[in-house]
């Protein structure tokens, strides 16, 4: 590869990894990625075949919630870069797209890491709230935008200069026992963020209709449209209600004479 | 609040600035407050002109680091309701901090509702398998015009979404005397916990696979796949002693997760839930209990319990 194609498709990586994250111009779907790749390097027929390949396998990959889906934008850049090192044309499309599934594991592992390093970005987003510093909280969602590029934009670089088989043999010797802890650890960090903002919304008044959210989520045919149509009535609900005793209560005490009287004694 | 009692108003200029930014509402994508940077960085240039001093600036920016999570289009008409909310508060409406962060949240379980399967499980793939079978054929039509159908309809989406969602945030606050204000926020409230108790439900996920007990099903209780008859008759058979209760294996396993669904389903999440709220609440670093979850993940899976 020249050295003007190994900067472009280092361009076309760190954008894939970003959109990996940001999930908004779609540069990191494989019909996109592999495009691209296949430009900047002039493999673009057997690039494009590859892209819309994979694109077939990976039409339902979607980021749903705090659940990471298998990570189409490694999955796309890489298997692209050993298409094309491979150099066989439309013959080596198939191998191409039988090293992507691995390498989309690999990827979801690679987002999971820095999902976790931009913990400790957003903490210095605190801190610079505390100053009303405006330019350093731009300045740190940048930063971690970019620390989500060079996920996709280094390993593509480091795949330009290793022989394919080396990376595929260190795919496939990835423990089991790792990645599917770490995805089953994923399954329950979730609750941290949950637990903050119950934290900070909770009120002795409100906590019942946490429970009674909980509960009816475990009726799986209720979606969450649903759900929210549930929570909008039960809280107009108890909304009327409370006003209705309020009222009530400012006009005639309770208008419940046992009430009455046992107000009397207090 | 008449338009003309204003001391600032966001403009449109200034809206579009803060939807252009929604663009990076995952970038800083995080396990502890997820959207909170990028939410953040979006509404700045709000926060900018509605603020002038610095503590209410930082006081804002403190306000829009919470926690944040939704599908990241239909983030747009909750920052819509966000900004009137914003701008009603800046020109000296009531606004508490409980009513905004009620109304995100709120808002952000429904439409993440909408928004997945619209986008994700519908648009996407049709989109994507359009351009796809094209581009098998070798047509790089199919790349371009996915590109360009998603990203005109996801931008169109996006801005005019926010628009409504500012339009609707304003009429909320206009009739201040009627307590329409207290009204929203309590209703906001109560749907936000009501959505977070059933978000702990579904998307924590925990589940014991340690086996409890095996049961040895009982004689002429499970289907004898040995002695079926042969061929299409076999599976006619096994099919209607299935219908009939029969269990596919001679023996039955019971898991740690069975037992503790059938109590209530999710009560691990819950309680997992609640250990998180009480060890933040001890000033236990967010960070530190990730950490330590990831581990638990690893380690249960490798002993069998996870």
């Known amino acids: 590869m020249s050295g003007i194609s190994i900067i472009l498709v280092f361009i076309v990586a760190f954008l894939a990894g970003v959109e990996g994250i940001l999930d908004e111009f ?40 705090a659940a990471v889906s298998p990570d189409a934008a490694l999955a796309a850049v890489a298997s692209a870069i050993i298409l094309v090192l491979g150099n066989q044309g439309t013959k080596g499309v198939d191998t191409a797209i039988a090293v992507a599934v691995p390498l989309a594991v690999a990827g979801l592992f690679l987002t999971m890491i820095v999902r976790t390093l931009s913990v400790a970005v957003v903490h210095r987003m605190d801190k610079a709230a505390e100053d009303a510093n405006f330019k350093a909280i731009e300045i740190w969602q940048l930063i971690a935008i970019a620390l989500q590029g060079l996920r996709i934009a280094i390993p593509a670089m480091a795949l330009c200069f290793i022989p394919a088989d080396i990376v595929q043999g260190f795919l496939q010797s990835m423990p089991a026992w790792l990645t599917e802890g770490m995805s089953i650890g994923g399954g329950m960090v979730v609750a941290v963020g949950y637990a903050m903002v119950i934290n900070m919304m909770a009120t002795p008044e409100v906590w019942p209709f946490l429970i009674i959210g909980f509960c009816l989520a475990a009726i799986g045919d209720l979606t969450l449209i649903a759900l929210g149509a549930i929570g909008v009535c039960i809280a107009l609900i108890y909304l009327k209600l409370s006003e209705n005793t309020g009222v ?10 046992l009430g009455d009287i046992l107000d009397d004694y207090e | ?76 008409p909750v920052m819509g309701v966000t900004l009137a909310l914003e701008e009603d508060r800046a020109n000296g409406a ?110 924590v996920s925990i589940n014991f696979v340690l086996p ?53 389903p999710g009560f691990v999440p819950l309680l997992l839930t609640l250990l998180c709220m009480r ?24 002993i069998g319990l996870l």
């Open chain 1, 248 to 257: 009530a209560g400012a006009a005639a005490g309770t208008g419940d004479p």
């Open chain 2, 279 to 302: 060890l933040l609440k001890k000033n236990v670093s967010p960070i530190v209990i990730i950490l330590c979850l990831f581990l638990v993940g690893i380690l249960g899976h490798v």
């Open chain 1, 26 to 65: 779609e540069f990191h779907q494989p019909l996109v990625a592999c495009t691209l790749i296949g430009l900047v390097t002039g493999h673009l027929p057997e690039c494009l075949m590859l892209g819309g390949s994979l694109q077939m396998i990976a039409l339902g990959w979607a980021n749903i919630g």
């Open chain 2, 94 to 203: 009531p606004v508490e901090d409980q009513a905004i962060q009620g109304v995100k949240i709120g808002m952000m379980g429904p439409l993440a509702g909408v928004g997945d399967p619209v986008f994700w499980f519908t648009l996407r793939p049709i989109l994507a398998a359009l351009g796809a079978s094209l581009a098998i054929s070798g047509n790089i039509i199919g790349p371009i015009l996915f590109f360009i159908l998603w990203n005109v309809f996801r931008m169109g989406f996006m801005w005019y979404t926010q628009e409504f969602g500012y339009k609707v945030g304003m009429e909320i606050t206009k009739d201040l005397s009627g307590g329409l204000l207290g009204k929203v926020t309590k209703v906001a409230s109560i749907l936000g916990m009501f959505i977070l108790g059933a978000l702990v439900e579904r998307w």
């Open chain 2, 1 to 76: 609040m008449a338009e003309e009692n204003k001391k600032v108003a966001l403009t449109v200029a200034d809206r579009r600035a803060v939807m252009l930014r929604s663009t990076f509402l995952q970038g800083s994508w995080n396990y502890e407050r997820m959207q909170n940077g990028g939410w953040c960085y979006a509404i700045i240039p709000a926060i900018k002109r509605l603020y002038t001093t610095k503590e209410e600036q930082s006081a804002a920016l403190k306000r829009h680091l919470e926690f944040f999570n939704t599908q990241p289009y239909v983030a747009s």
């Open chain 2, 212 to 264: 409890v007990s095996t049961i040895t099903n009982a004689e002429g209780s499970f289907i004898d796949w040995a002695n079926l008859p042969a061929g299409a008759e076999g599976i006619h058979t096994a099919i209607s002693q299935f219908a009939g209760g029969y269990f596919l294996e001679p023996t039955r396993v019971t898991t740690l997760q069975d037992n503790l669904n059938s109590l209530i």
